[in-house]
């Protein structure tokens, strides 16, 4: 395997509007990433899947791992059933991000719009909540709102707890620069990344490896 520390992949799915890129990157995916495709009723989302499949695909090669096949853990986070390297995905709108490390990883993105404070004080937790509250502007707001939710959800995929983990019971805090939990699930310590690239979106990465890379490696499906 390729000495790593944690590394991060994002691609867009824009190419697989062309029906003929489309089938042959679903050709390439498993069978059960087709089933899985087949499922989905909108087009984008059928995208969605398979390029999630083909990004995590091409991260694990540059890692030196050819072939892969994933099982599940009790919460749904699937994992290499025959390799000791973790990996997470996640996708919004037309983009899917894969980060993997030789720890456990979370992952998330999502696009940004508009602010809802209701559904911050019903599902952030009460010190998140106030933060928000402080902030003078709606800008200040739709920034920090998307970044304490991108945080939050790469912790709980981090500790692979799914919907399981309420979001309002650990809080995400920022002190002198640097971004930490406060939580009581788990005794380790967890760092974070984020990245803000100006396309619209906010993405953040949550490790139990601190040393992240400093780009994103953008990958072209259509070239694939």
Known sequence: MVKMENKVYLARTDALNDEKVFARLYSAVPEERRRKADRFVQKRDKMLSIGAE???????????????????????KPYLSDNALFFNLSHSE????????????GVDAEKVGEVDMEIARRFFHRDEFALLEKLPTNAEKREMFFRLWTLK????????????????????EFTGGEISV????????????????????????????GEFEDEVRFVELGNL
């Open 153 to 172: 959800e790469s912790f709980v995929k981090a500790l692979g707890k799914g919907i399981l983990m309420p979001l309002d019971s650990f809080c995400v």
């Open 182 to 209: 406060r939580q009581n699930v788990s005794p380790n310590k967890y760092f974070f990344k984020e990245y803000a690239l100006g396309d619209g979106f906010r993405y953040a990465v949550c490790g139990l490896c």
């Open 54 to 76: 083909i990004l995590l695909k091409r991260a694990l090669v540059d890692c030196g791992i050819e072939d892969f096949s994933l099982r599940y853990g009790e919460n749904g």
């Open 94 to 105: 037309n983009t899917v991000i894969c980060a993997v490390s030789e720890r456990e990883i």
